[in-house]
């Protein structure tokens, strides 16, 4: 099922509320599109999802805010695609 959130189709089941620069997301590791999961500085085994805050935006194509620039507590940073995002309600992680 699909909601319409400001012109852009969303996941509903998936994403809550809208995504903008400064909100806390929560996803999954598979989901990173880069760095490639080879790449990426540890994923725990034991936890596929992590969350961090949205820094930025990338365009694909025609599309805009395809991709979420997301940065971890560790400073690192990952791309991911905007509908494959969960908001996390402020105070909760």
Same mark, same amino acid.
């Given at each position: 099922?699909?909601?319409?959130?400001?012109?852009?189709?969303t996941?509903?089941?998936?994403?809550?509320?809208?995504?903008?620069?400064? @909100?806390?997301?929560?996803?999954?590791?598979?989901? #990173?599109?880069?760095?490639?999961? +080879?790449?990426? $500085?540890?994923?725990?085994?034991?936890?596929? +999802?992590?969350?961090? #805050?949205?820094?930025? %935006?990338?365009d694909?194509?025609?599309?805009?805010?395809? %991709? @979420? #620039?997301? +940065?971890? +507590?560790?400073?690192?940073?990952? #791309?991911?695609?905007v509908?494959? $995002? @969960?908001?996390? @309600?402020?105070?909760?992680?």
């Amino acid at each position: 099922m699909t909601a319409t959130n400001q012109g852009v189709k969303t996941n509903s089941a998936r994403r809550s509320h809208s995504t903008d620069k400064g @909100a806390r997301v929560r996803f999954r590791f598979s989901d #990173v599109f880069l760095p490639s999961p +080879e790449d990426l $500085l540890s994923t725990p085994s034991s936890d596929p +999802e992590t969350e961090g #805050v949205i820094v930025d %935006f990338s365009d694909s194509g025609l599309k805009r805010h395809a %991709f @979420a #620039v997301v +940065e971890l +507590e560790n400073g690192q940073r990952m #791309v991911v695609p905007v509908n494959k $995002l @969960a908001c996390v @309600a402020p105070g909760k992680s």
